[in-house]
DNA sequence: GGTGAAGCTGAAATGAAGCTGAAAAAAGGA
DNA sequence: TCCTTTTTTCAGCTTCATTTCAGCTTCACC
């Protein structure tokens, strides 16, 4: 998963960068408003953490640009006064959730997984699909056969992007973009290797190679 | 699909081959104006992709000239200074949709499907004729009979290309180069192969041979 | 009806893409 | 720092999408 910080307050993004990498997002930022609007319309973001005061362009202004353009990137919205006023502004501006500042980092983080879980399936802790059970805190997964398993970071990483998008080919390219940063290199064999050893942990059908297009993976086989 | 990439930035050139190739289009490089030019009136391209910073003519030039000829291929643009009059004068050159460097390659390729898809019919995840559904997230096509299959790269490139093409004679040649690059072999029989391929999934009914001219597939029969 | 080119077909060759197990390299913790 | 765990690389191997091929059939034209 990719997240895209858009947040000029440099001590607050080094606040949030660690506990979000540690939850495994690959995090970018912009500190400006007419840079993070342009990032925010690269399709390439799952997520998008907002701040409103922002130099250059407001953040209620760059939200209700992208969605002018039919952009529908998940958007949370942070704010320093948190105000009924502001909340309505904010949604109304295209915003999915708020959240005021100060805040707990846990907070956002649970609102972040609640967000990404939404366009997907009917909100809940763990993402399940067919008898799979991934617990995002943990970072455990549990099989068919009710055995659990201990992911390692990309192990997790990988595997949630799956979950996510189920049913979809996913090319080689697409998933190192968003499992890396942007200088990873792109003729190893990395990925080929952890689908692998997803493969030993949630057996071999459920990821289907498509030779020369990528992965797809099942929901339900 | 056949794309003509106007494009005088080797580096830029050498990062859009592959990931288009890998989304299944074939990729012409002109790297001037005039040369571009010339190769967008051959009438073989589903869509250009325009830099308007070219040698020898200029790319808004190019795509005026190309319009006032009455040639109505769809064009991106692209464009280093991304300001509000550089976009304007795009569309009002003609141009089809707008991109300012740098992009990420995705979202090029989302623009380039939301416009092929645009330019030929109604927009959707699935091209559908008659009773069969191609699922361009899958590449699966399910037929009349409600089976569905999957398909290889090729086949679904072919098959893509039939289903935008519906009812219209398609040439051997030209099915070549829509699948193909130029340097391939004039006379080998790969189309029939793949014909053949696309007829025992499909039925043999709905793609006509029109001996000495090319293939019909027809939308209903 | 005979002829030749165009198209069809099944099987086989090919080569790139993907898989694999192990080993090297890097990261993380004590 | 050293040791453990994780990540990445590598080289050989396997698989299968693609292409080729040779023989066959069909069709248009005479």
Known sequence: MRILLVEDDRELIASLKKPLKEAGYVVDVAEDGIEGEYLGNEDIYDLAILDLGLPKRNGLEVLSNWRKA???????VLTARDTWQERVDGF???ADDYLGKPFHVEELLARITALLHRSIQSPGKSLISGD???DEDRQIVTTEDGQ????????FRLLRYFLLNTDTILSKSRLTDHLYNFDSDKDS???EAYIKRLRKILGKERIETRRGQGYIFKESW
Chains 1, 2 share one sequence.
């Open 148 to 155: 659990t398993h201990t992911l390692t970071s990309t192990e």
């Open 92 to 94: 109304k501006s295209g």
């Open 189 to 191: 064999n990395v990925i």
């Open 132 to 134: 799979l059970i991934l």
């Open 70 to 76: 039919d952009n529908k990137l998940p958007v949370i």
